[in-house]
């Protein structure tokens, strides 16, 4: 049997399906292509007054691709509400390589240097996957997914992959598709040329 490894986990990605383990301690790996999937369309990321008010007094700084480890570890932490989680050892480590390579990023919330709140995801051509997120102050993730759809948007990105739908992601303007619908879009988006780094000005 051929290893699985970074590379064969982006291929995964680009026929639409991503992996889970079950639990933290459990050393298996399985795939999942959902009957029906989660996606925010990045031109209607919904931020709410409250939030929007929030983002401009805020003490928080945010970064990228500056603390990538630390963001899927404190992502694999118990945390209230979930205190299992399913990224095991074997995930953290591929994702990390996939970093490496250019194909996974982070975004990171501090508040006083200290890491308060992020995401992670995949990123192929004009697709990123949003694979977790974690927050430790309030609005924390909520500002992380604000800066990173304004950073899809600038780098040419037409397709945010949420894979599932929670309460939290569906007030931010989530909405579930059809696994058909999804392929679809996914085929566009793969043919387009995006870029996580933007150009300095």
């Not at 870029?195 to 000005?201: D, E, K, Q, T, V």
């Amino acid at each position: 049997m051929k290893q699985f490894g970074p590379e064969e986990l982006l291929d995964c990605y680009r026929r639409g399906v991503f992996p889970m383990a079950d639990n933290r301690d459990d050393p298996n790996v399985y795939l999942l292509d959902p009957d029906h999937r989660g996606i925010i369309p990045l031109d209607k990321l919904h931020v709410s007054k409250s939030l929007k008010k929030f983002i401009r007094n805020m003490s928080f700084s945010v970064t990228f691709d500056k603390a990538f480890p630390q963001v899927i570890e404190k992502c694999a932490e118990a945390a209230p509400g979930r205190e299992n989680t399913w990224i095991n050892d074997g995930i953290e480590f591929l994702y990390g390589r996939l970093h490496d390579m250019g194909n996974a990023h982070s975004v990171e919330v501090w508040q006083d240097n200290i890491l308060v709140g992020g995401l992670y995801g995949v990123s192929i051509g004009g697709a990123f996957f949003g694979e977790s997120m974690f927050s430790r102050a309030t609005n924390a993730s909520k500002i992380a997914l604000v800066y990173l759809v304004e950073r899809l948007l600038q780098g040419g990105y037409i397709l945010l992959d949420t894979q599932f739908i929670t309460d939290h992601l569906r007030t931010m303007g989530a909405i579930e598709i059809s696994r058909m619908e999804y392929h679809a879009l996914l085929t566009d988006a793969l043919l387009v040329k995006a870029s996580f780094h933007l150009a300095p000005n």
